[in-house]
């Protein structure tokens, strides 16, 4: 391990810092001093434990949000306090309280809700400490990102689900394929799995939390197969992308005129509009596209057989009556042929750094301080 960060929002320490929970007399409770009192001790004692050459760093809120909390003063003042107890090496902050469910949303913005909507404040705290800061909510995309460090905001950005739903997204950056990056939707399923004791799994990554039998990346299969799907919502289409990029012919059958199903539905409402991403959008262009090529037709005085028996026996088999059935169902379906790019991931590519994924120079990461 290299370093280490303590999570003080919401925790144990802030419980210290926040005069809504700290309701201490004598050497923990009242005056901020007195408050910040068992961080810097706990801090003391892990700096003395580790020496000067290990990372230590705090993620804390800034600002409670809350009447009568810690307000946006109290958090400037414990960022510069941080900064100078010469124990920390970086501030992560946050804005706002998890203690219900409406603070924690603000905290981590579910879709519907402003993209990066901390991020200024969180570019304060920088410049009023001009230490390594580093800040996470909803920060979706690799431009959002890009401004956050070239305006001189942050100095590390946190996209944490953004990773989740695309963990290659460094890789392709520096492969200059921002395009093909897969974008987290803000549905939050990751967390409401983990809140109920689930795995992380992800609404738009089916490998996410499950990548010891799912890979992210898909190989070519060993011989080529001819593969239908029945239905082109959002796990049809998956299922064509996975099966396209492993180089099978791949068709798709779906009653409706576009592909997406209650995906589409669901992205009319502008809360949910961030849904369209899930079938629609350059990631998906990039991975496969559907290309239409017309509609299904029953063929006329074609009766059912069994593919076993072909000896023109009048009583069809079980399968061949199943078959008829599904040839009835798909009458009128649109069909589409799914086609993949060439696969595009070799783990043999050795990626070169390029100046779009360095720092600017108009925000130059500040130094670690030299504890020797
Ligand atoms: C599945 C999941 C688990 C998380 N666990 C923690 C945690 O243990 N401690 C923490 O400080 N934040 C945790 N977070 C919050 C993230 O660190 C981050 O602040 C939040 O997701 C907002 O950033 P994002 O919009 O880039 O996802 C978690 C987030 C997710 C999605
Ligand atoms: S479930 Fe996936 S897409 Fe939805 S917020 Fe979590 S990481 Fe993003």
């Known amino acids: 391990m290299d370093g280490i960060e303590l999570q003080a929002y919401g925790h144990l320490m802030d419980q210290f810092w926040s005069p809504l929970t700290n309701e201490l007399d004598g050497p923990y409770g009242g005056s901020l001093d007195n408050r910040l009192r068992f961080s810097f001790d706990v801090l003391k004692e892990i700096r003395k434990r580790v020496g000067p050459g290990f990372i230590v760093g705090v993620r804390y809120t800034g600002d409670e949000m809350l009447e009568g909390g810690l307000a946006k003063e109290d958090g400037l003042e414990i960022s510069k306090r941080l900064k100078d107890s010469d124990l920390v090496d970086f501030l992560n902050v946050v804005r706002g309280h998890i203690d219900t469910d409406a603070g924690l949303t ?3 913005p579910i879709q519907g809700m402003a993209n990066s909507p901390h991020l200024d404040f969180a570019g304060e705290i ?6 390594p800061t580093f800040h996470a909510a909803k920060i979706p995309d690799v431009a959002t990102a890009r401004h956050a460090i070239a305006s001189g905001k942050l100095d590390m950005v946190g996209m944490t689900r953004a990773h989740m739903t695309d963990p290659h997204i460094v890789r392709k950056i520096i492969e200059k394929r921002e395009d093909d990056i897969r974008p987290c939707v803000g549905a939050n399923y990751c967390l409401d799995r983990i809140n109920q004791g689930g795995a992380a799994y992800s609404i738009h990554n089916a490998a996410t939390g499950r990548e010891s039998t799912m890979p992210h990346e898909i190989s070519g299969a060993d011989a080529r197969k001819k593969i239908v799907i029945i239905g082109a919502g959002p796990a049809g289409m998956e299922a064509a992308r996975v099966a396209a990029e492993r180089g099978h012919e791949v068709v798709v059958f779906e009653a409706a005129n576009d592909p997406g199903g209650q995906v589409r539905l669901t992205a009319q409402s502008h809360r949910r509009a961030e849904m369209i991403s899930i079938i629609d959008g350059a990631w998906r262009s990039a991975r496969s596209t559907l290309q239409h090529v017309g509609r299904s037709r029953d063929r006329p005085g074609r009766k059912a057989r069994c593919r076993h028996h072909r000896d023109g026996r009048s009583a069809p088999h079980r399968g061949a009556v199943r078959g008829q059935r599904v040839r009835r169902f798909l009458l009128g379906h649109h069909l589409w042929r799914c086609e993949a790019p060439a696969p595009m991931f070799s783990s043999s590519m050795t ?12 925000s130059p990461m500040p130094g670690r301080r030299s504890r020797s």
């Open 351 to 362: 990626p070169a750094i390029t100046p779009a994924c360095r720092l600017p120079k108009s």
């Open 106 to 108: 603000d905290v981590i």
């Open 126 to 131: 920088r410049a009023a400490t001009n230490f």
